[in-house]
């Protein structure tokens, strides 16, 4: 059998457990099949701190370049990792700089088995969270204040105008925050959430704190109310979908409530909490896609879940672990079918079709990680280890071949 020919993705690897299960998806689901054609990016924690971080922006850049990345989970350094990893510098999160530069929006949307029940019984089609990628807390200036003191807002505008207003007297020692938002990023925000709407002919529902955040959180509901009046009210009304717009709060609980099937759009904050929250809920963290998409139409696909480091010390003192690698098989899956159809590569296309079947079928068949064992009501599964799983998906993936 020929391989399947490709034009370049940006392949990004990481760290840990999933840095295994990267290698181990290439040798056994990928390179069998597929010419494999990427540009490779170590985004390994060793690697950051050598380069000091410049291959995070070159990978970056590159996606920019060829339209379509991959990404394996990566550490996000602490204290603690500063320490294990003799790290030069606490370096910032991957994923917060490759969204800084890409700008965008990332969606979240569970994969969603017959076997494998949602927590939230009433919710029988997927909620897919639209986070916006872009500034807030992930790109604030912080500052512990030390003690008594004034912490002022300050403003110089272009042309040496201020504005200038007391955020509080300090009477004793406390922490300060500045975050910021651009009107152009939510701006983008709005159009790829409309969009992604109309392309997959779901609601949008869209939350912020705007009775609180006067200012800031009024702006996003504002220019979403803007844009959607202007260029998309008809379009969704042709398309039979709704736009809705409500407090964070209220959205909670109808969320909660819904039976699932549309796209919830949440302020970038919201959307890292909630998405944690709405994939737990369906199952595993495991089962979670996660793609950015940037307002040039790059698109950079990965796993919602972390390194899975307790598992990754497991397996370096030689105990076989049972880590779920169907999030990152997705992100692959997601980025070769984006190549494929960028290109009209077709055959391309088709693999990433089978490849999500294959994985999908294993699991109704009833072999599959531990994380699933426990979720599913039937009695005739067995708890696969993550090699024996991804055996088990390479010769379904072969029958299809
Ligand atoms: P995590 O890696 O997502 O793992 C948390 C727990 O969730 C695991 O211990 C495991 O539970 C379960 N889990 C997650 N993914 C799983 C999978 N594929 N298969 C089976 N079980 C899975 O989160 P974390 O432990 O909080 O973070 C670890 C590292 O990942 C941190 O250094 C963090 O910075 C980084 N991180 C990276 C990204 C990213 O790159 N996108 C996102 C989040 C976190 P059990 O132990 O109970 O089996
Ligand atoms: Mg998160």
Not at 173 to 196: M, P, R, T, W
């Amino acid at each position: 059998m020929s391989k399947i020919p490709m034009n370049t993705i940006v392949e990004m690897d990481g760290d840990e457990m999933t840095r295994i299960l990267w290698k181990m998806i290439k040798d056994e689901l990928l390179s069998p099949f597929v010419e494999l054609n990427t540009e490779y990016y170590d985004l390994g924690l060793p690697k950051r701190d050598e380069t000091n971080d410049q291959i995070t922006v070159d990978a970056a850049n590159a996606i920019k370049k060829y339209h379509v990345g991959v990404k394996c989970a990566t550490i996000t350094p602490n204290a603690q990792r500063v320490e294990e990893y003799k790290l030069k510098d606490m370096w910032k999160s991957p994923n917060g700089t490759i969204r800084a530069i890409l700008d965008g929006t990332v969606f979240r949307a569970p994969i969603l088995t017959a076997s494998v029940k949602p927590y939230v019984k009433g919710w029988v089609k997927p909620i897919t969270i639209a986070r916006h990628a872009y500034g807030d807390i992930y790109k604030a200036t912080e500052y512990r204040v030390p003690g008594k003191g004034k912490a002022e807002l300050l403003f110089t505008g272009e042309n040496g105008e201020t504005f200038r207003k007391t955020i509080y007297d300090f009477e004793c020692a406390g922490v300060l925050q500045g975050q910021y938002n651009k009107d152009s990023s939510i701006e983008s925000f709005a159009h790829a959430c409309f969009g992604y709407a109309l392309d997959t002919k779901q609601d949008l529902w869209f939350a912020t704190k705007d009775t609180i955040s006067k200012q800031y959180d009024q702006t996003f509901k504002l220019i979403f109310a803007d844009i959607f009046e202007k260029e998309y009210k008809a379009r969704f009304e042709k398309a039979g979908i709704e736009y809705f717009y409500t407090l964070i709060d209220d959205a909670v609980a109808r969320v909660i409530r819904s039976e699932g099937g549309f796209i919830w759009a949440c302020k970038n904050y919201d959307g890292d909490v909630m998405s944690d929250m709405v994939s737990t809920a369906f199952g595993s963290l495991a089962m979670m896609t996660s793609v950015l998409i940037s307002p040039e139409g790059d698109y950079e696909f990965e796993a919602a879940h972390g390194t899975i480091t307790q598992h990754y010390y497991k397996y370096l003192k030689g105990e076989q672990t049972s880590s779920n690698p169907i999030a990152t098989i997705f992100a692959w899956s997601g980025a070769l079918r984006r190549r494929g159809e960028l290109d009209e590569n077709s055959p391309l296309c088709g693999f990433a079709d089978k490849l999500e079947k294959a994985c999908l079928d294993t699991i109704e068949s009833g072999v599959m990680t531990g994380d699933l064992t426990v979720l599913c009501d039937r009695k005739d599964v067995r708890k696969a280890s993550s090699t024996e799983f991804i055996a088990a998906i390479r010769n379904k993936l072969q029958d299809m071949m």
